[in-house]
């Protein structure tokens, strides 16, 4: 099996919420009605095929306007099926079956038949299945609406909603999210409306959201020609279970097409393949029509107005100053604005560059260290660090504590190990009676013994923080612990030294 597992851009302008939006309904219909639709549809299945059995028969039987007319559908759309039936010799289903072929009184039949039609009646008037699902032979406005909401198990509701996730997130965020909504709805009304050209006596319930998913994919291959598909293939066995891959979306979405028109041409095998055809040439011809109408510009201009970021009048008038020269009025605006908004990056970063070409190096460390803390609450760890090598360029030695603790985390995790400890040691010699000191120490001690294969280095550092007088009782046994690590690896390595050096 070959199923699509990401993109290229994988990213939006905005928070896509149609798509997620229409997921989530998807999934909550799905959880909602699935047990009482299996249940009604078993129930339905029944009744529909003893009245099939019944009908074929003892075809002079009375049947109820509903029953009768389920019949001629079915005599139409499934001739063989309808003669087979018609056998005396054919295969028992049920028990049911079994006990009607033993009864010739025509009274009694009837009354069967005539309990039959009523049930019949019944179990429609109250299925979800055949109140909401498509069917070509007997089509209803409203299902071609409410037959994309509707799916038969998890597996259906759960593929269309990968799918519909990975092209529609994209898409919505193109076109807008009115635009969206509506073309993913008429994709969904084509393909049941195809599904109907291609089979027009069937008597199939046809649900799902694929035709309209299949919509979605038609527009990306217009939208989208190029882009890269990441694709994995799943084996049943062998030492490497899956395969990933890239194809570009001009190469695979027509493939995908060229497969569904082979097997819709293909006895029916319970999938809506004309109906994925037809969704699926509905969104491309959509995108066509979009794109050459001019509409699909203006509303992707107009969203780009909305998510494009604007400075506020401060920034832009300090900005304004600062290129005129005016450094001073430029600080002051900036200090001004920074009185009501104290966390703002793109003020600070202005101001620093004010101070810098003021040559006001005391102030323009101050804005600096300052920045480099915004970013770090901001998860710009990149950007914090180059924040505080410009702060140490411009002879800075010490930030905050707090700020410092979390900044000697960026060159760990960058797996520069020995800038980290040395890090950690600058900040526990600055601050030796603030409990990020001994938070530092445990840092420096814990890289020494597990990434740098220093254990003396690290008992050091973990007896240091043993003797701090900074209150540290939550973290004695965590030092404890480091303590015997460390010297347990001290004592394996001079062993290993001694058998050495007896060998030699």
């Not at 040439?281 to 995108?287: D, K, M, P, R, T």
């Not at 794109?291 to 780009?304: D, P, Q, T, W």
């Not at 494009?308 to 832009?316: G, L, R, S, V």
């Not at 140490?392 to 707090?402: F, H, K, M, Q, S």
């Amino acid at each position: 099996m070959i199923i699509p597992i990401q993109h290229e851009n994988m990213s939006a302008r905005r928070w896509p919420v149609i798509t997620i939006g229409l997921i989530l309904v998807n999934l909550l219909i799905f959880a909602a009605t699935h047990r009482t639709v299996d249940q009604q549809d078993s129930q339905l299945w029944q009744t529909r095929a003893h009245i099939l059995i019944l009908a074929a028969m003892h075809p002079q039987l009375l049947l109820t306007p509903e029953a009768r007319e389920f019949v001629t559908d079915f005599q139409k759309f499934d001739p063989d099926d309808w003669l087979e039936l018609q056998k005396p010799n054919s295969e028992v289903v049920d028990d049911w079956d079994a006990r009607i072929r033993q009864i010739d009184d025509p009274a009694e039949l009837q009354a069967e038949m005539d309990s039959l039609g009523t049930q019949y009646s019944q179990l429609t008037a109250s299925s979800i299945t055949e109140r909401y699902a498509f069917v070509p032979a007997n089509s209803k406005p409203i299902t071609y609406l409410t037959s994309t909401f509707l799916h038969a198990d998890w597996w259906h509701v759960l593929g269309n909603m990968w799918f519909l996730w990975l092209a529609g997130f994209v898409l919505e965020d193109a076109w807008g999210r009115p635009l969206y909504l509506l073309i993913y709805l008429m994709a969904g009304a084509m393909a049941c409306q195809f599904d109907a050209w291609a089979s027009p006596g069937s008597i199939v319930h046809s649900v799902g959201a694929s035709g309209a998913v299949a919509g979605l994919m038609g527009a990306f291959l217009v939208g989208f020609p190029k882009m890269r598909i990441r694709m994995m293939w799943l084996f049943d066995l062998g030492l490497f279970p899956f395969l990933r891959f890239w194809m570009r979306a001009y190469w695979l979405l027509p493939l995908w097409v060229f497969i569904e028109i082979n097997s819709g041409m293909r006895p029916r095998d319970g999938i809506g393949h004309w109906a994925h055809v037809g969704g699926f040439l509905f969104g491309a011809l959509a995108a066509v029509a979009l794109r050459c109408s001019g509409l699909e510009h203006r509303v992707n201009k107009a969203i780009e107005e909305k998510v494009a970021w604007t400075p506020d009048p401060e920034i832009t008038q300090a900005g304004d100053l600062m290129d005129h020269n005016n450094l001073d009025e430029a600080a002051a605006t900036l200090n001004n604005y920074l009185t009501t908004k104290p966390d703002s990056v793109e003020a600070w970063n202005l101001l620093r560059a004010v101070y810098w070409r003021a040559s006001n190096i005391p102030a323009y460390r101050e804005a600096t260290g300052k920045l480099c803390e915004l970013q770090l609450k901001a998860n710009e760890s990149e950007a914090a660090w180059q924040d505080y090598e410009d702060f140490l360029n411009a002879g800075g030695e010490r930030i905050p504590p707090d700020v410092w603790l979390d900044l000697c985390r960026v060159p760990e995790q960058q797996r520069d190990f020995e800038r980290a400890v040395s890090e950690y040691e600058r900040l526990a010699t600055a601050y030796p009676s603030e409990r990020q000191s001994v938070m530092a120490q445990l840092g420096a001690a814990r890289i020494c013994l597990k990434r740098l294969d220093r254990p003396q280095d690290a008992l050091t550092f973990y007896k240091a923080a043993a003797a701090s007088a900074v209150p540290h009782l939550d973290l004695e046994q965590d030092i404890e612990s480091g303590i015997h690590d460390a010297r347990t690896v001290l004592s394996q390595v001079r062993a290993f030294s001694a058998g050495a050096a007896s060998v030699k």
